[in-house]
């Protein structure tokens, strides 16, 4: 079966296509982690985007129920080097191929992935179309102009939940089957912008009674669960569009101890007054390096955003910078004591990745103790 993936600068790649049959639109990015494919998947953030693997061979230890980090996969489609048609692994249930057709994934494989992520570092991140269906470049190319991007739209209402709900899973031991999972000492609002389900493994096995709530929940709907904290979760696109959730984080300052990850930490940003940009080509991959400020420590992180706080937009305000990416000196962590609000822009829950900086939960728990 052949595939085509068209950039919207007229850069052609062709392969042989794997998954499902079809054509997609998407923001061409690319990962630099060695394997957690599945979980990167599932990741809501990477919704509307085309995921390019710079590792050369994905698929070798096949898929199954447990690293699901949501309730389906979100990424538009999936490129890689070389597929992996015999997986091996004791926790292998299916492969990677028949996991994509399983949910309506276009991928496509055998081309020069190392090509495609230069492209992408020199000219930046940009629109591109995926087919298996249809090969014919100047109908991908009428197809593609009519995709709008990212940048100043509200995706967040795409992959939020309808309403309310618990999470009462810890952190899994695949090795024992079993879960941490302590008595609960903190209730936590978690507003799910698009929430990866490790973060709530980890909060729950940290001791914390977890309501998690769709993006749209008001100040008031959220205090009313009298939480002792509030998370503000990861989630895809552009946080300058997400106006609503901007004006709730502001409404729950001084109210009550806050943190926030990646998509909540730009949010939380802007709620203190901060800027947001976009990145050239983003930060996604489990190997980037973050220097924590206030310890001197450097942290191997999880990353996986195509925006970015504006360090300059925080001069005169009263916010501290907590952590620092050292691969381009851009904003990763931020504080105000005086609010009882933190948030950095990596992913201390992995999933995949190192485990570094999971320390953060732990302050999130004392600082709800205060």
């Known amino acids: 079966m052949k595939a085509v993936l068209l950039l919207e600068d007229g850069t052609v790649f062709e392969g042989r296509g794997f998954g499902a049959k079809g054509c997609t639109c998407g923001e061409v990015v690319f990962n630099t982690s060695m394997t957690g494919y599945q979980e ?24 199954n ?3 699901w980090e949501s309730r389906k996969v979100f990424a538009a489609g999936f490129v890689v080097k070389e597929n992996c048609p015999y997986p091996s692994n004791w926790r292998n ?33 940009m629109r591109g179309i995926l087919s298996s269906s249809e090969l014919g470049i100047k109908k991908l190319a009428a197809t593609l102009q009519e995709y709008p991007g990212l940048v100043g739209r509200d995706i967040v209402k795409d ?21 941490d999972v302590p008595a609960p000492k903190y209730k936590v609002v978690a507003i799910d912008y698009g929430m990866k389900r490790n973060i709530l493994r980890l909060l729950v096995s940290h001791g914390c009674e977890v309501v998690a709530v769709p993006a749209k929940a008001s100040a008031k709907e959220i205090l009313a669960h009298k939480p002792d904290g509030v998370f503000l979760s990861n989630g895809p696109g552009d946080p300058a569009a997400v106006t609503y959730a901007v004006e709730t984080v502001k409404a729950l300052l001084g109210k009550v101890p806050i943190f926030g990850i990646c998509l909540g930490h ?3 940003s802007l709620a203190l007054g901060g800027a947001t940009y976009k990145l050239k080509f983003g930060h996604r991959g489990a190997n980037h390096p973050v220097k924590n400020l206030r310890t001197g420590k450097i942290e191997i992180t999880s990353q996986n955003h195509g925006f970015c706080v504006d360090l300059d937009s925080f001069k005169g305000k ?5 952590h ?47």
């Open 40 to 63: 990167i998947l599932t990741d809501p953030s990477y919704h509307e985007q085309i995921i390019t693997m710079t590792y050369p061979l994905i698929g070798n230890v096949g898929t």
């Open 266 to 268: 730009q949010i939380l």
């Open 93 to 125: 249930q299916q492969t990677l191929d028949a996991y994509l057709k399983a949910n309506n994934v276009v991928g496509i494989e055998g081309i020069d992935t190392r090509r495609l992520v230069r492209h992408i570092r020199t000219q930046g991140a």
């Open 159 to 179: 992959v939020t939940v309808a309403k309310p709900y618990e999470w009462t899973e810890g952190v899994l031991d695949v090795l024992t089957n079993t879960q």
């Open 324 to 370: 620092l990416n050292l691969n381009d000196n851009t904003c990763e962590g931020i504080r105000s004591d005086k609010l009882g609000a933190f948030a950095v822009q990596y992913h201390p829950e992995a999933s995949p990745g190192p485990h570094d900086a999971r320390y953060l939960f732990t302050d999130f728990t004392a600082l709800m103790a205060r």
């Open 318 to 322: 009263d916010v501290e910078l907590t």
């Open 65 to 67: 129920p447990d690293d």
